[in-house]
Nanobody, 125 residues
């Protein structure tokens, strides 16, 4: 059984930074790509980005490109989302998710089979 636990959310002012962590339990963490999603109140869940199983490539939604960075440490079953230059529209619950694939860079929710419980990020102006 795979469990994903996010942490690091909180409230930050516009222009600030936060780093979210996602720790995975279970085997073969290093065999799957890992993604980040977010969901703002009243909106549909939005894909943020994804990193390959090896951590050598990452892809991002246009809305966060050049501001957010995904990285991972396979030795410690951890993936991070570094968020810089935060804006009010970044306010959402952020979720990490395990892809069904090693390298498929997709934002489709159906391509992910395990999800964390989410962590709240609030950007205040």
């Amino acid at each position: 059984q795979v469990q994903l636990v996010e942490s690091g959310g909180g409230t930050v002012q516009v222009g600030g930074s936060l780093r979210l962590s996602c720790v995975a339990s279970g085997r073969f963490f290093n065999s799957y790509a890992m993604g980040w999603f977010r969901q703002a109140p009243g909106k549909e869940r939005e894909w943020v980005g994804v990193i390959t199983y090896a951590g050598n490539s990452a892809y991002y939604a246009d809305s966060v490109k050049d501001r957010f960075t995904i990285s991972r440490d396979n030795a410690n079953n951890t993936v991070w989302l570094q968020m810089n230059s935060l804006q009010p529209e970044d306010t959402a619950v952020y979720y990490c998710a395990r892809s069904k694939y090693a390298t498929a860079m997709t934002g489709a929710s159906s391509s992910y089979d395990y999800w964390g419980q989410g962590t709240q990020v609030t950007v205040s102006s």
